[in-house]
């Protein structure tokens, strides 16, 4: 199994709401990425979690909550967004050689 | 710093001509440097790259050196085919904290015109 897989793959929410996104992938990597991008932008890293600890944070609003529960799961917990959060949110797993795999995404819109 | 500057932003080219993407990175503590193509409504998706012990690097139509001295490494399309059209980021990962912080490139969307 080399996928990494999100869901849900569309989220529309209010700026009350409180949702999460969700990363899975099963190749036994040990660092997952949570990456934010606009259209016509690069990716925007937001968090990196190595060996289930958060290594990495971009300086990420605490609206955005991460967790990884275990090393095959990664969610990012969503409470009070904006409508300018609105945005493709990219899950990624790292492979022994460098390579990111990244998931399909998970399309967010806030109203 | 570990800022990564590529060029062009965009890049127009007739079927069948090559296309040339710089990418310059400032993070000496980089030692690894891939390519990514993102199709249209798609996932990133490594393409080529490269490590700090080699020059070039080359994959049929693509190739990918790396001046490690000036800090710049180059994507080379050769025989470009519409189905080349897509936007293309460069990486330079630093190690970090026991991962990789991965950054990419600021992309160059390339249109190969039939």
């Known amino acids: 199994d080399t996928e990494v897989t999100q869901t849900p793959k569309h989220l529309v929410m209010g700026m009350t709401n409180k949702k999460s996104l969700k990363c899975e992938q099963h190749?036994?990597?040990?660092?997952m990425y949570w990456y934010k991008q606009k259209a016509k932008k690069p990716p925007e890293l937001m968090f990196v979690?190595?060996?289930?600890?958060?290594?990495i944070n971009e300086s990420v609003p605490s609206r955005f909550s991460p967790e990884c529960p275990n090393s095959s799961l990664l969610n990012l917990h969503l409470h009070a967004l904006q409508p300018e959060d609105s945005a493709l949110y990219l899950c990624?797993?790292?492979?022994?050689?460098?390579?990111?795999?990244f998931g399909e995404g998970s399309r967010l819109t806030v109203l | 710093g570990e800022n990564v500057e590529q060029h062009p932003s965009t890049l127009s080219v007739q079927e069948g001509d090559s296309a040339v993407i710089k990418c310059t990175y400032s993070d000496s503590a980089s030692n690894y440097f891939p390519w990514y193509k993102q199709e249209l409504g798609k996932r990133p998706q490594l393409i080529i790259d490269?490590?700090?012990?080699?020059g070039e690097k080359k994959d049929q139509r693509i190739a990918v050196t790396l001046n490690k001295t000036a800090k710049h490494f180059s994507l080379h399309i050769t025989e470009t085919q519409p189905e080349d059209s897509a936007v293309y980021f460069c990486?330079?990962?630093?190690?970090?904290?026991?991962?990789?912080?991965?950054?990419f490139g600021t992309g160059t969307r390339l249109k190969v015109l039939a």
């Open positions: 979690y190595s060996y289930e600890k958060l290594s």
């Open positions: 990624a797993s790292l492979g022994g050689t460098g390579e990111l795999f």
């Open positions: 490269i490590r700090s012990n080699v």
């Open positions: 190749m036994g990597h040990r660092a």
């Open positions: 990486a330079a990962p630093r190690p970090t904290s026991g991962t990789y912080k991965y950054i």
